[in-house]
T-cell receptor, first 113, second 111 residues
Framework: DSGVTQTPKHLITATGQRVTLRCSPR?????VYWYQQSLDQGLQFLIQ???????AKGNILERFSAQQFPDLHSELNLSSLELGDSALYFC????????????FGPGTRLTVL | GQNIDQPTEMTATEGAIVQINCTYQ??????LFWYQQHAGEAPTFLSY????GLEEKGRFSSFLSRSKGYSYLLLKELQMKDSASYLC????????????FGTGTLLAVQP
């Protein structure tokens, strides 16, 4: 158990819909990272927040957005969902802002039908 | 563009040593990570190299040569539980601080 929690564990929805994935970092960690892992594209870094502010941006689509709240939990919002958005979404956390040693949550498996 | 190459699959024998290579081409290199990922599970951190040389941590060691854009992960005294995917990831882009992952090397440890 890494100490990072993600909800929900599984999510099934339809094309065109919007979903919100939630992540709570380990106690004391200020950075939260979001990743997408699909079979054909491997693990893709989406975005990093550090202490409430966006720190780094990867291959995040415009249909996706994220935020980190004052209590340091984070949400990833996915809208206008497409079949290709079906993937495992991981959240990770670390103490500092420079990636360091990241601890991954168990992931949310999103299926878009 | 940014690129990371790793072998797709490797097979090794229990008790042996295996070396998993990673080559990268990125701008503004800031560091290299190795992660282990068992099927259906989250990645777990193994090592982080910023400077050239070898970092040893128990049965696992990681080497970096920045001038050659090359790293390897060395696993000693292989155990069946080491069967997993090993992901190489590079921090790059200087101040923009981006992260790119390789597609992973699937290691199968046989008795």
């Amino acid at each position: 158990d890494s100490g990072v929690t993600q909800t929900p564990k599984h999510l099934i929805t339809a094309t065109g819909q919007r979903v919100t994935l939630r992540c709570s970092p380990r106690s004391g960690d200020l950075s939260v990272y979001w990743y997408q892992q699909s079979l054909d594209q491997g693990l893709q870094f989406l975005i990093q927040y550090y202490n409430g502010e966006e720190r780094a941006k990867g291959n995040i689509l415009e249909r996706f957005s994220a935020q980190q709240f004052p209590d340091l939990h984070s949400e990833l919002n996915l809208s206008s969902l497409e079949l290709g958005d079906s993937a495992l979404y991981f959240c990770a956390s670390s103490v500092g802002k420079e990636y360091n040693e990241q601890f991954f949550g168990p992931g949310t498996r999103l299926t878009v039908l | 563009g940014q690129n990371i190459d790793q072998p797709t699959e490797m097979t090794a024998t229990e008790g042996a040593i295996v070396q998993i290579n990673c080559t990268y081409q990125t701008s503004g290199f800031n560091g290299l990570f190795w992660y282990q990922q068992h099927a259906g599970e989250a990645p777990t951190f193994l090592s982080y190299n910023v400077l050239d040389g070898l970092e040893e941590k128990g049965r696992f060691s990681s080497f970096l040569s920045r001038s050659k854009g090359y790293s390897y992960l060395l696993l000693k005294e292989l155990q069946m539980k080491d069967s997993a995917s090993y992901l190489c990831a590079v921090r790059y882009g200087g101040a923009t601080n981006k992260l790119i992952f390789g597609t992973g090397t699937l290691l199968a440890v046989q008795p």
